[in-house]
Antibody, heavy 119, light 107 residues
């Protein structure tokens, strides 16, 4: 089934930037679409973005469009989330998730990495 | 598509049956609806996709039903590990959206 492990979270000031990484293992990474999903403190789950297996297509939520960029390096088995112009409401636990093949549902999740946007 | 889950909290005892509802603001085509269980401090786990199909390794006490705008997750006999928050998610259209969650707590 595999494993996912996010990294790169931390404390950043409003307006700052941060890049999250998600290292995948135990499956053929390039065969699967991937997503980022976040959970703000005390809130529910929010889909952030997804990217196709070969990285040719991606989509993102309106709340992050123009600020966040999703990419992947299939040779390094790694998914990325470049976050710019961060705001306080971007504070959340960020999960990367592997799609079930052929479906836009998330069959494998990492433990998450916490991003805190605060001055 | 906005997903509204009810009730917000469900208080039940182990062994009881749980019925969770997810209502969509517009028809979800091709039953592109999933359910997840999320325990504190853990990653969410996929339970159901395609409204009715159990994910790999999910026991048969979990079942999904529904179509159009109304969907249900049923847990036939609650086990201790089932006390958690449950989310529905639609993948019929962008942006992908989740419901706000139903918390199943021990009565």
């Amino acid at each position: 089934e595999g494993q996912l492990l996010e990294s790169g979270g931390g404390l950043v000031q409003p307006g700052g930037s941060l890049t999250l990484s998600c290292a995948a293992s135990g499956f053929t990474f390039g065969n699967f679409a991937m997503s980022w999903v976040r959970q703000a403190p005390g809130k529910g789950l929010e889909w952030v973005s997804h990217i196709s297996g070969i990285g040719r297509t991606s989509n993102s939520a309106d709340s992050v469009k123009g600020r966040f960029t999703t990419s992947r390096d299939n040779l390094k088995n790694t998914l990325y989330l470049q976050m710019n112009s961060l705001r306080a409401d971007d504070t959340a636990l960020y999960y990367c998730a592997k799609h079930l093949v052929g479906w836009d549902v998330f069959e494998l999740w990492g433990p998450g990495t916490l991003v805190t946007v605060s001055s | 598509i906005v997903l509204t889950q009810s009730p917000g909290t469900l208080s039940l005892s182990p062994g009881e049956r749980a019925t969770l509802s997810c209502r969509a603001s517009q028809t979800i085509t091709s039953t592109f609806l999933a359910w997840y269980r999320h325990k504190p401090g853990q990653a969410p786990r996929l339970l159901i996709y395609g409204a009715t199909s159990r994910a790999t390794g999910i026991p048969d006490r979990f079942s999904g039903s529904g179509s159009g705008t109304d969907f249900t997750l049923t847990i036939s006999r609650l086990q201790p590990e089932d006390f958690a928050t449950y989310y529905c998610q639609q993948y019929a259209s962008l942006p992908r959206t989740f419901g706000q969650g139903t918390k199943v707590e021990i009565k």
